[in-house]
């Protein structure tokens, strides 16, 4: 069946960067992109970005153009979501999921605080 | 970038209710708009896809229309288990957005 399974929690400090790994398995890696969605507590869904296995393409959302940087390796079938220069604001649980229109499949999620 | 705007922000329903959600895109997405159900703690899940197509393992009580700005989640009647948020997603062009999603309540 197919899997999503995402790194654990992390905490940070404002100004450093954080990395979340997301491991698929039950399908053929490169046959979907991955996206990535953030969620701040009690707040909506924010659409980050997505990255095509295959090639490695990647597009961004505008308001995190220079701080996210989404990558993959194929050799583990996993897909990274890193972002830099961190705040407050980014605190959230991020979330990656599968499919190169809508995603269907999702990630448990992985829970970023940032705080000092 | 494309933008969504959901309405209403929140309902209030009883069980058996009609429930209707819509979504407005800021341009013409044609069909590619999709609906998702979240509940506290948990990932969102995919209920309609294509504006129309419901995803596999979803009741038929859930179904979508609309095609170019104009898109509508309905729910034929309400069960204990959709009380939840819904959002609409826009998958026609990057970047892709969600609505700012919508709220049903117990009444």
């Known amino acids: 069946q197919v899997q999503l399974v995402q790194s654990g929690a992390e905490v940070k400090k404002p100004g450093a960067s954080v990395k979340v790994s997301c491991k698929a398995s039950?399908?053929?890696?490169?046959?979907?992109?991955i996206h990535w969605v953030r969620q701040a507590p009690g707040q909506g869904l924010e659409w980050m970005g997505i990255?095509?296995?295959?090639?490695?393409?990647?597009s961004y959302a505008q308001k995190l153009q220079g701080r996210v940087t989404v990558t993959r390796d194929r050799s583990t079938n996993t897909v990274y979501m890193e972002l830099s220069r961190l705040v407050s604001e980014d605190t959230g649980v991020y979330y990656c999921?599968?499919?190169?229109?809508?995603?269907?499949?999702w990630g448990q999620g992985t829970l970023v605080t940032v705080s000092s | 970038a494309i933008q969504l705007t959901q309405s209403p922000s929140s309902l209030s329903a009883s069980v058996g209710d009609r429930v209707t959600i819509t979504c407005r895109a800021s341009q013409d997405i044609r069909s590619d708009l999709g609906w998702y159900q979240q509940k506290p703690g948990r990932a969102p899940k995919l209920l309609i896809y294509a504006a129309s197509s419901l995803q596999s393992d979803v009741p038929s009580r859930f179904s979508g229309s609309g095609s170019g700005t104009d898109f509508t989640l309905t729910i034929s009647s309400l069960q204990p288990e959709d009380f939840a948020t819904y959002y609409c997603l826009q998958d026609y062009s990057y970047p892709q957005a969600f609505g700012q999603g919508t709220k049903v309540e117990l009444k």
């Open positions: 990255i095509n296995p295959a090639g490695g393409s990647t």
């Open positions: 999921a599968k499919g190169s229109k809508t995603p269907d499949y």
């Open positions: 039950g399908y053929s890696f490169t046959s979907y992109y």
